[in-house]
């Protein structure tokens, strides 16, 4: 699991790695959270600090950066075979964000996906046709405007992507 490519490490996670909980990831210093690439965008990795931060690279304006495991989308934990992990520590659950938009089959609709089209392009980021459908297209403009923006450039559109934007979360 040398490579840093997300895909790669979603791919081997299972023969090379070993899963674990994203509540266990959280609670064990020096594990790893994988949030997996969406098709053609990039994917996350962080490594865990053991008491709910992150240590991440971030993007080329922000750089590496500390951060948190809460209120983000993560797909599963690794622990990498032969590293002597100390015991998780005792951690309250991990919160979830409470709204995502992002690459899905069949693709997420509405109107604040239409709302989110609007915004990019008023902000330059061509999201293709203004259908309220989320699909690869809203989903580059999405990944151009979080490079723009110093966010980390996965294309997806959760809370901090959406407050860049000045746009409200559903509640």
């Known amino acids: 699991m040398a490579d840093a490519y997300t895909g790669y490490w979603q791919r081997d996670a299972g023969a090379l790695g070993k899963k674990v909980s994203v509540a266990v990831a959280a609670a064990t210093p020096g594990a790893f959270l994988l949030?997996?690439?969406?098709?053609?965008l990039n994917g996350h990795i962080a490594i865990s600090d053991g008491?709910?931060?992150?240590?991440?690279?971030?993007?080329?304006?922000?750089?590496?950066i500390a951060s948190t495991v809460a209120e983000r989308r993560w797909d599963t934990g690794i622990l990498v075979p032969g590293v002597v992990y100390?015991?998780?520590q005792a951690l309250s659950p991990v919160a979830k964000p409470a709204f995502v938009l992002r690459l899905k089959k069949p693709?997420?609709?509405?109107?604040?996906?239409k709302q989110l089209q609007r915004t990019l392009k008023a902000r330059g980021c061509h999201p293709?046709?203004?259908?309220?459908?989320?699909?690869p297209q809203t989903a580059a403009a999405v990944q151009a405007f979080q490079l723009d923006a110093g966010l980390v450039p996965?294309?997806?559109a959760g809370p901090q992507t959406l407050k860049a934007l000045g746009i409200a979360i559903p509640q």
């Open 35 to 40: 949030r997996n690439p969406q098709p053609g």
């Open 51 to 64: 008491a709910g931060g992150t240590v991440e690279a971030h993007s080329s304006k922000r750089g590496v």
């Open 128 to 135: 293709g046709k203004i259908d309220g459908s989320f699909g």
């Open 86 to 88: 100390p015991a998780p």
């Open 154 to 156: 996965d294309g997806e």
């Open 107 to 113: 693709p997420m609709r509405g109107a604040v996906v």
